[in-house]
C-alpha cells in the first residue's frame, strides 16, 4: 500500500493501554529482547527462543521496517510495566500483494487477558482513521488457537492460506468500511455484495466459473481448469486494493443468505478503444428463468446514471445467448451493430442516460 504523506507514528491509547512507538537502542528494547528469548513467545514465530546473535539480526530487520510512513512497532504498557508488542507494517507475501498487517506479541504472564484483541482493535482503527488503509490483514499459525481468537475478536475473518514469512500461514482480514468505494445495492428482491476479494465469495465466483454451463457463453466458453483458478486467484489479490476504490467493478448477487449469482459494471474492452462502461451478469443455473438478470440490470443501470452520472451503459453478449438478449432489453439497452469485444465480434447493446436530456 503506497501511502502518498511522510507520517511519525504517534502514541495510541485503548481503555487499558498504551501504545508507545518502538525505537531502536532504547530502554524498550529489552523487553523486545526478553520476548525474543521466550520459549513461549516465540513457539509460533520461530519455533524457539532466539540466541543472542539471531536476537541482534532480528532487531536490525525490525529496525529497517519501523516508522515508515505511519508503520511499524509500538510496545503495548499497562501503567509504567511493558507488557507486549503490536505492529501496523507491511506483511512480506509470495507473490507480494502489497498487505499491511497487524500482529502481537504478549508476555507470558500477561496472556489470557484479552491484550492481544484490544491492542490490534486499536492498530485497526489508527490505519483506517488516520492512514486510511482499505483494509488490514494478519497471517498466523494454524495451530496458534489464542491468537486466532485474538483476531477474530478484533474483527479479523478468515480468508483461507497465504505464503507469508516463508510459510504457508492462515490469512485473515478486515475492510475498511469508509474507504469502499462501491456501495451495497439492493433490488426488489436481491441485495447486491461488493466484491471484496473475501474467501467465501472467491469461492462463490470459483463454483461459477468453473461451471461449464455458465460460461459457456463467456470467453472461450471452456469452464476454467483448476490451475486456471489458481492463475485467476493471483490476480484477483493483485487488483484488489485498486477494485475496493473504484465505484465499478463487481457484485455478487444474494438472495437473502444465497448467492444466486454475479453482477459487473465495469470498462468493455474493444477494439476501438471507446470509452464504453457495460453492464453484464453470471448466474448459476438453479437461479435461471427467475427473471434476477433483467432486474439486477435495471438497477445497475439506474446506479451509474444516478449515482454515477455516466452518460450512457452498453453491454455485449453471445449471439446464441437469447436469454441473456431478452434481459437487456428489459433493462432498456437497445441492440446496435455488433461490435468488437473480447476480440470477438459480438452483439451491441446501448441505453442514454434520459438524465442527461432533462
Known amino acids: 500500500m503506497c501511502l502518498t504523506t511522510q507520517r511519525k507514528m504517534p502514541i495510541l491509547y485503548t481503555k487499558r493501554f498504551k501504545l508507545v512507538p518502538w525505537q531502536f537502542g532504547d530502554n524498550q528494547t529489552k523487553h523486545l529482547v526478553e520476548m525474543m528469548q521466550d520459549d513461549k513467545v516465540m513457539q509460533y514465530i520461530t519455533g524457539k527462543a532466539q540466541t543472542d546473535q539471531e536476537v541482534q539480526e532480528s532487531l536490525t530487520k525490525l529496525d529497517s521496517k519501523n516508522n515508515i510512513n505511519g508503520l511499524g512497532y509500538w510496545m503495548i504498557y499497562e501503567g509504567e510495566t511493558c507488557i507486549g508488542l503490536v505492529v501496523l507494517k507491511a ?10 498487517e497487524t500482529g502481537y506479541w504478549v508476555k507470558p504472564a500477561h496472556w489470557g487477558k484479552a491484550v492481544a484483541s484490544e491492542a490490534a482493535k486499536r492498530m485497526i482503527k489508527y490505519g483506517f482513521e488516520v492512514l486510511n488503509l482499505p483494509y488490514i490483514v494478519a497471517v498466523v499459525d ?22 507469508a514469512y516463508d510459510e504457508e500461514l492462515l490469512f485473515y482480514k478486515v475492510l475498511n468500511p469508509e ?37 459457456k457463453y463467456i470467453g472461450n466458453g471452456q469452464a476454467k481448469t483448476n490451475a486456471e483458478m489458481a492463475e ?11 477494485d475496493l476504490k473504484s465505484p465499478l467493478g463487481n457484485w455478487l448477487i444474494y438472495q437473502d443468505d444465497a448467492c444466486v449469482g454475479m453482477a459487473m459494471l465495469k470498462p468493455l474492452p474493444n477494439e476501438q478503444d471507446q470509452n464504453y462502461i457495460e453492464v453484464g451478469y453470471w448466474l448459476k443455473p438453479k437461479h435461471w428463468g427467475k427473471k434476477i438478470a433483467g432486474e439486477v440490470a435495471t438497477h ?16 455485449v453478449t453471445h449471439k446464441d445467448n437469447i436469454a441473456s438478449q431478452k434481459s437487456l432489453k428489459k433493462a432498456g439497452l437497445t441492440r446496435q451493430a455488433n461490435i468488437i469485444a473480447y476480440n470477438q465480434s459480438l452483439p451491441f447493446f446501448k441505453v442514454i442516460n434520459p438524465n442527461l436530456n432533462a
Not at 506483511?91 to 499491511?100: A, I, L, S
Not at 486467484?233 to 484488489?240: F, G
Request: glycine share 4%.
Open 91 to 100: 506483511v512480506p507475501t509470495v507473490p507480494n500483494y502489497d498487505y499491511q
Open 142 to 163: 494454524a495451530k496458534n488457537i489464542g491468537s486466532i481468537k485474538s483476531l477474530n475478536k478484533a474483527g479479523l475473518t478468515h480468508q483461507g492460506k497465504i505464503n
Open 179 to 215: 474507504n469502499q468505494a462501491k456501495p451495497e445495492l439492493k433490488t426488489e428482491r436481491f441485495t447486491l455484495i461488493p466484491w471484496q476479494n473475501l474467501l467465501n465469495q472467491q469461492s462463490e465466483l470459483q463454483e461459477m466459473m468453473q461451471d461449464p454451463r455458465v460460461m
Open 232 to 242: 485467476t486467484k493471483i490476480r484477483w489479490a493483485e487488483n484488489i486494493a485498486q
Open 300 to 315: 445497475l443501470v439506474e446506479y451509474a446514471f444516478n449515482k454515477l452520472n455516466l452518460k450512457q451503459v452498453v453491454a
